[in-house]
Structure formats: structure tokens, C-alpha cells
């Protein structure tokens, strides 16, 4: 799976976890920023992630935004770790989209070649 998907999907399971524990369906999850964002909030929105992932110290925040949709959020840096020889980070990741927001926190490790993966 790709790193945007990935990110899609833990994204979506934050929303998921937002959710209220009534909601029957997964009808709800149209409703996540995610799922809102044009292809141009997707660009942005990863491009603001990879450059945190490869360059964000600790404590460390970007913001990111698309002023022609309004979507935006903020990611940061919780912490920097090693899960065997592998460079890690733990994510805050919040965004806005269309009145819609979520957020959560994730683990990243970046792989030997060189990209980054949600960490499970």
C-alpha cells in the first residue's frame, strides 16, 4: 500500500474513532476532511508530510493550507524513535476541510528505500 493510501486510511480511522458509537452505517465517513480535499489539498497536504517526516525535529509543527478551497490543518512532530534500525515519528495530524475536521496521531517509519509508511 502506498504511503498516500496509507495516510488516507489512517486518516479515515481517525475520523472513524471520532465517530459517534450509534452510527450503524459508514456513511458518516463522507463527512472526514479527507474525503473532501480537491486533488490540489492532497498535493499540499502530502507534500507538508513528507517534508515533516524527513526534516521535523520534536516538537516541531507545519501548517499547510489551500487558500482557493479553504483546507488546511497542521501536522507536528510528537517524537522522534527507532523501531529496529528503522527512523520513526509520531505524528499529531489535524485538518479541515468544507466544515469538517479530525485528527489524530500516527506512526511513520521510513523503509530502506528510502520512503516513509504508516507504521501498524
Same mark, same amino acid.
Given at each position: 500500500?502506498?504511503? *498516500?493510501?496509507?495516510?488516507?486510511?489512517?486518516?479515515?480511522?481517525?475520523?472513524?474513532?471520532?465517530?459517534?458509537?450509534?452510527?450503524?452505517?459508514?456513511?458518516?465517513?463522507?463527512?472526514?476532511?479527507?474525503? #473532501?480535499?480537491?486533488?490540489?489539498? #492532497?498535493?499540499?497536504?502530502? /507534500?507538508?508530510? /513528507?517534508?515533516?517526516? *524527513? /526534516?521535523?525535529?520534536?516538537?516541531?509543527?507545519? %501548517?499547510?493550507?489551500?487558500?482557493?478551497?479553504?483546507?488546511?490543518? !497542521?501536522? %507536528?512532530?510528537?517524537?522522534?524513535?527507532?523501531?529496529?534500525?528503522?527512523?520513526?515519528?509520531?505524528?499529531?495530524?489535524?485538518? *479541515?476541510? %468544507?466544515?469538517?475536521?479530525?485528527?489524530?496521531?500516527?506512526?511513520?517509519? !521510513?523503509?530502506?528505500?528510502?520512503?516513509?509508511?504508516?507504521? !501498524?
Amino acid at each position: 500500500m502506498t504511503l *498516500k493510501a496509507r495516510i488516507r486510511c489512517g486518516i479515515l480511522l481517525a475520523a472513524v474513532a471520532a465517530a459517534p458509537v450509534a452510527a450503524s452505517n459508514l456513511g458518516f465517513m463522507n463527512d472526514t476532511p479527507y474525503t #473532501h480535499f480537491t486533488k490540489a489539498d #492532497h498535493e499540499i497536504f502530502n /507534500q507538508a508530510l /513528507q517534508g515533516i517526516l *524527513k /526534516q521535523g525535529a520534536a516538537g516541531e509543527s507545519r %501548517k499547510w493550507s489551500n487558500p482557493a478551497t479553504k483546507a488546511g490543518g !497542521e501536522l %507536528k512532530v510528537i517524537k522522534r524513535f527507532e523501531r529496529g534500525q528503522m527512523p520513526c515519528s509520531r505524528l499529531s495530524i489535524a485538518n *479541515k476541510a %468544507k466544515g469538517r475536521s479530525a485528527s489524530g496521531q500516527y506512526n511513520f517509519c !521510513e523503509q530502506a528505500s528510502g520512503e516513509w509508511k504508516l507504521a !501498524e
